[in-house]
T-cell receptor, first 115, second 115 residues
Framework: DSGVTQTPKHLITATGQRVTLRCSPR?????VYWYQQSLDQGLQFLIQ???????AKGNILERFSAQQFPDLHSELNLSSLELGDSALYFC??????????????FGNGTRLTVT | AQSVAQPEDQVNVAEGNPLTVKCTYS??????LFWYVQYPNRGLQFLLK??????LVKGSYGFEAEFNKSQTSFHLKKPSALVSDSALYFC?????????????FGRGTSLIVHP
């Protein structure tokens, strides 16, 4: 058990809808990362938060947004959903912001299916 | 920009035989290198990392990896494979790209260990 909790495990929704994915990081970890995993794109970095502040941005669409709350949990909001957004979304956490080389600890992911 | 290449989509090995999963990387500066394993319907689990020092690093479940700076490689190895090692393996590099240390993952290598 990595200590990272993601909810829900599965999400099925229709095109055009909006969903929220939730992540609780491992105790003591200040950084939260969001990744999208799909068969054709592999594991793509979306966004990182460190202690409540956005730290780095990757290939995140404008339709997607995220935030990290004072209790360090994070939410990823996906809106105007398209079929191509169907994927496995992972949250990961680490102790520092990245420069120390600490590994990421992953949750079990949220499988999003857009119909 | 940093990148990781895992040249083999799939590696097949007989139980009891040694295994190697290949990884090469490209990054400016000194890299932090990682191996993760993913079992079906689970998140990635950290196996081992190279930060500095000895080129041979040992990790969980009997796995080890050899860092070769001149060949920019970080191959994962195990002396004797088990059927339970069958999973998807990801190599990742973490370097000072643009001032951040966001991990970049390879596309993964499926390891199949035959009884």
């Amino acid at each position: 058990d990595s200590g990272v909790t993601q909810t829900p495990k599965h999400l099925i929704t229709a095109t055009g809808q909006r969903v929220t994915l939730r992540c609780s990081p491992r105790s003591g970890d200040l950084s939260v990362y969001w990744y999208q995993q799909s068969l054709d794109q592999g594991l793509q970095f979306l966004i990182q938060y460190y202690n409540g502040e956005e730290r780095a941005k990757g290939n995140i669409l404008e339709r997607f947004s995220a935030q990290q709350f004072p209790d360090l949990h994070s939410e990823l909001n996906l809106s105007s959903l398209e079929l191509g957004d169907s994927a496995l979304y992972f949250c990961a956490s680490s102790v520092g912001a990245g420069g120390t080389g600490s590994p990421l600890h992953f949750g079990n992911g949220t499988r999003l299916t857009v119909t | 920009a940093q990148s990781v290449a895992q040249p083999e989509d799939q590696v097949n090995v007989a139980e009891g035989n040694p295994l190697t999963v290949k990884c090469t990387y490209s990054v400016s500066g000194n890299p932090y290198l990682f191996w993760y394993v993913q079992y079906p319907n689970r998140g990635l689990q950290f196996l081992l990392k190279y930060i500095t020092g000895d080129n041979l690093v040992k990790g969980s479940y009997g796995f080890e990896a050899e860092f070769n700076k001149s060949q920019t490689s970080f191959h994962l190895k195990k002396p004797s494979a088990l059927v339970s090692d069958s999973a998807l393996y990801f190599c990742a590099v973490r370097g000072p790209s643009g001032g951040s240390y966001i991990p970049t993952f390879g596309r993964g290598t499926s390891l199949i260990v035959h009884p």
